[in-house]
């Protein structure tokens, strides 16, 4: 929750957030997006909108109206929550981690008014989504038509006890490098990219979809900033922020310490993008 003197908060209902006003705007306009949960992050939106940042974070599942699950979900559901803040912002970021990091890259590519996407966690490809009965399906929809998603591989039984996923999404993704291909998100038409990702991400390989997205962004002549450490894992803790708990019982590897160390080091390229002045972090 938004702390009693911090910024004015507002209730949206279609979809259900929140909007966090700030007191002394910068600018900038953020759509903060959770990852596996589909919560409202208002933690970190509050976070944002402290620093002058006209902050927004909806639920993009298990809401009223919305699949329980995170399958076929329309990207619609994003870009009209960047078209809302365009209409106020001189610059627009989606502010993604995991899933909702898939989902930011995607957005970016889609809408033209997102100038920067900060991806926590990142995916450079779409992937799955396991609907009720098991049918597996793309994770995100435009126009009504499923995106190309690279699919799980059938069979796996995670070697831990909670599981870590990151050889599942790796042997996924090695089985059908032709569905992969097809699955990659276009990143390159995304106008400025920070990605975030801990080494020992036990989630997925977030580390080597970096990578994968800076390599792709490279060969259309881009730039994108990496922010990495090899001891984190799969959630980044910014300066100021709680520690995310609770959400499915698996492994996300690193180490508080770890995941701390990696936000502080990746305030300084997101307080940059976001167009923060100062270093108050």
Not at 104 to 125: I, K, N, Q, W
Not at 246 to 251: I, Q
């Amino acid at each position: 929750m938004c702390v009693p003197d911090g910024p004015r908060v507002v209730r949206l209902d279609d979809p259900p957030g929140v909007r966090c006003v700030p007191g002394h705007p910068v600018g900038t306009g953020a759509l903060v997006l959770a990852g596996s949960s589909g919560r409202v992050d208002e933690g970190r939106a509050c976070l944002l909108a402290r620093h002058g940042v006209l902050a927004e974070s909806v639920r993009w599942f298990g809401g009223p109206g919305q699949h329980p699950g995170p399958w076929e979900i329309p990207v619609e559901t994003f870009v009209r929550r960047v078209e809302a803040l365009a209409a106020g912002c001189d610059r627009v970021a989606v502010v993604g981690t995991s899933f909702g990091a898939e989902a930011a890259l995607v957005t970016g590519a889609v809408s033209s008014l997102v100038d920067v996407v900060v991806a926590f966690a990142p995916s450079d490809v779409v992937w799955a989504g396991v609907a009720p009965g098991g049918r597996q399906t793309s994770h995100w929809t435009v126009g009504r038509r499923p995106l190309p998603f690279v699919p799980f591989l059938s069979g796996w039984v995670p070697a831990d006890d909670p599981p870590s996923f990151r050889e599942l999404y790796r042997l996924s993704r090695d089985a059908d490098p032709r569905r992969a291909a097809a699955a990659a998100i276009a990143a390159e038409r995304v106008p400025e990219v920070v990605l975030v990702a801990g080494g020992d991400d036990q989630v997925w390989p977030a580390a080597a979809h970096a990578e994968a997205i800076a390599a792709r962004r490279a060969r259309h002549g881009l730039a994108t900033t990496v922010v990495t450490d090899a001891e984190a894992g799969h959630r980044v803790v910014l300066p100021g922020e709680p520690r995310v708990a609770g959400g499915m019982a698996m492994r996300r590897g690193g180490t508080a310490e770890a995941d701390e160390r990696l936000g502080v080091a990746a305030w300084t390229a997101v307080r940059e993008v976001l167009w923060i002045p100062g270093d108050d972090g």
